[in-house]
């Protein structure tokens, strides 16, 4: 019976994960078709043989610690459900805080803006934007870049499935490197790779998530200074950036944002903080370009 078969699967998931039953459910959801609701009330119906063993070949799967939306192939992020596969990224919930910045920005400005997501993966941060936008009547043009073209095939899907496929340009690029030199944008986003590769007690769930969407170089710095390194060229004179970073990175990214901001520009920055306290997001606002051949 149903029942049955989700009380084994809880009880042989509760040594790798806090949300045993809850797993136990979205498996079998995947694996009936059915609602969370609609397996309550099918409680006491029996599995076929094919459908316990598919069932069954899913829980061990995710007694190996592959995430769980690899395994039912989705994931909610900001009220939308995205299509994911071990090519880009599983969407978390402190991703969010790009967006609600971003619309927090944006929401100061009028007119059109014009909007670059560097690394794209799922696509989840541009297609969440760009379904809100879309909904205020407002004008942009957004651009959404990612270097791995299986993972910007995901993005598109997903862009397709809400809607604002027709809103999003989707590029090939590894970082600026396709984008013009001379396009401004007025809204950067960022979730880029910032874990240090002999970190400690990392979950043993990123073993099966994309190497080049996770970590970085000079202890997990070197993708979030590239991508500071160019904001005086590509991002626009009372632009905004914002950018994941990983927890302790605060003080360093500050130091990174002075260090290569100060010559060039008259800037403001801050972080955010996730809902465990933790300072997640860093964001820079250009306030004005210094002009250096008219100093002194």
Avoid at 50 to 78: C, H
Avoid at 206 to 227: K, M, N, V
Wanted: charged share 25%; glycine share 8%.
């Amino acid at each position: 019976m149903i029942k049955e078969a989700l009380e084994e699967a809880a009880s042989a998931l509760k040594e790798v994960s806090a949300t045993a039953r809850l797993d136990a459910e979205l498996l079998l959801c995947k694996v009936t078709g059915q609602s969370r609701t609609g397996l309550i009330a099918a409680h006491y119906d029996y599995l076929s043989d094919a459908s316990l063993s598919n069932y069954r070949e899913l829980v061990a799967r995710r007694r190996s610690f592959q995430p769980i939306a690899y395994l039912t192939g989705s994931k909610e992020f900001f009220g939308l459900e995205f299509i994911v596969n071990p090519a880009v990224l599983v969407p978390r919930p402190e991703t969010e805080l790009l967006v609600d910045a971003a619309l927090r920005e944006i929401d100061k400005r009028t007119g059109s803006i014009g909007i670059l997501d560097l690394g794209t993966g799922s696509g989840c941060i541009a297609v969440s934007l760009a379904a809100e936008l879309l909904k205020r009547r407002r004008a942009f043009q957004m651009t959404a870049i990612d270097r791995d073209p299986d993972a910007l095939e995901v993005a598109k899907l997903n862009a397709r499935r809400h809607g604002v496929d027709d809103l999003i340009e989707f590029r090939r690029s590894d970082w600026f490197s396709e984008i013009p030199g001379g396009a401004r944008f007025d809204v950067i986003l960022s979730n880029p790779p910032y874990v240090k590769r002999d970190a400690q007690d990392l979950s043993p769930e990123l073993q099966f998530e994309p190497d080049g969407a996770l970590y970085a170089e000079d202890g997990g710095l070197s993708c979030i200074e590239e991508l500071i390194s160019k904001l005086d060229i590509y991002l626009g004179e009372g632009g905004f950036f914002c950018c994941e970073i990983g927890q302790g990175q605060s003080q360093a990214v500050t130091e990174i944002i002075t260090s290569r901001l100060s010559g060039s520009s008259l800037f403001e920055s801050g972080t955010l903080l996730d809902l465990a306290g933790i300072e997640r997001v860093v964001y820079v606002r250009l306030l004005k370009r210094v002009d250096l051949n008219k100093i002194g």
